[in-house]
């Protein structure tokens, strides 16, 4: 745990209510992109994870250290495990989870600015894309049609996700909070 050190304490503030955020926006705004999924034949995931991974490029842009995404994911992970809302994904919800992180980091270190709007986007748009790409092949098994079109609805997403990311991030610097 000694590498838990690199953060301070206020980072790892940032990084836990950029997590429970994260969680607490999934179960208000996955029945809403289900109204329309459902009926597309979309996998809502697929659709609403823009919403959810824009967490992750948050937490990137304000700790600045690297890292910090991945910790939003693992952390997002293990307490979806530990409270048993395991959904349809069971185990598997800590790698679908954490992985976006993961990858939300290795795309950051192409950015040597994170306040930008692409950087959001960007970010977002990888990480929400990760998730689709574990959920559509491990847990759902689309075949190629479905897949492909769950992409293009994860990378739809990723762009909205992206912008309000930005949007926060700019608004919290306008208040001085980060």
């Known amino acids: 745990m000694s590498w838990l050190r690199k953060y301070s304490s206020q980072d790892l ?17 996955t029945p809403l992109i289900h109204l329309i999924s459902a009926p597309l034949m979309i996998p809502g995931g697929s659709l609403a994870g823009g919403l959810y991974m824009m967490w992750i490029s948050l937490a990137i842009a304000i700790v600045n250290k690297p890292g910090a995404g991945l910790l939003v994911g693992i952390t997002q992970g293990i307490v979806m495990l530990s409270m048993g809302y395991f959904g349809n994904h069971g185990a598997v919800s800590l790698i679908s989870y954490s992985m976006p992180g993961l990858i939300a980091e290795i795309i950051s270190l192409l950015f040597k600015n994170k ?39 994860a990378s739809i997403s990723g762009i909205v996700g992206g912008i309000i990311s930005y949007s926060i991030y700019k608004k919290l610097q306008k208040f001085r909070i980060v």
């Open 13 to 29: 503030l940032y990084i836990a209510i950029l997590s429970a955020l994260g969680l607490a926006v999934k179960p208000i705004v």
């Open 115 to 153: 306040k930008i709007l692409i950087f959001h986007v960007i970010v977002v748009i990888a990480a929400n894309l990760t998730g689709a790409i574990i959920v559509t092949i491990i847990v759902m098994r689309l075949s190629t049609i479905p897949f492909i079109i769950s992409l293009v609805a």
